[in-house]
């Protein structure tokens, strides 16, 4: 079975999990990044299902086996990053580092926890994008340290410019899931009526012209 077949599989699951774990939400929302929302998705709820989390995390293993060619070290970005970093880096074996969202005031007043070296190729994984700033930030502050990053992964993409943003400072962006497949499998397993499903998309395709 191909990768890509493989991947399809991932989706199917990947979107079952969020509606058993209650994941997504509808409503209005706003955002990190300060956007309006129709929809919610909140995967710090994931680590709370230990099989599920494990499952979560195996599609993340998956992913970097098949798309990335090379990755020294995991970089979380907390908060809802990191759980799924750290365990995804215990299965790959491969070394733990966090970036902080904000400098200490005390100690040595570092940026990234853990031990990273110059040169090391830094694999950064978070739970989903939006725009991308914050993920951009961890780039920026992981480059300042020395490490090369080529590579995000994450679970769920929203489409709101993160891959194009993160284009733009030389990094891929890999997602096991993107919001439209979520949305449109929704629908198909009659989870969302037709009046809010139209009124997701509407939003999805929005973000996409104003990007």
Known sequence: MSWEDIKDRLKARACEILIETNAISFGDFTLTSGKKSPFYIDMRVIPSFPKLFDEVCDMYVKMIKNEIAEADRIAGVPTAGLPFATLVSHKLNLPLIYVRK?????????????????????????????????????????????????????????????????????????????????????????VLDEETYLKCINYIRGEKVRK
């Open 102 to 190: 904000e400098k200490k005031v005390h100690g040595k007043g570092r940026m990234v926890e853990g031990v990273l070296k110059r040169g090391d190729n830094v694999l950064i994984i978070d739970d989903l994008v939006t725009t991308g700033g914050s993920l951009i930030n961890s780039i920026n502050n992981v480059r300042r340290e020395g490490g090369i990053v080529k590579d995000v992964v994450v679970f769920l993409d929203r489409e709101q410019g993160g891959k194009e943003n993160l284009k733009n400072v030389g990094v891929k962006l890999h997602s096991i899931l993107n919001v439209t497949e979520l949305i449109e499998y929704l629908r198909e397993q009659s």
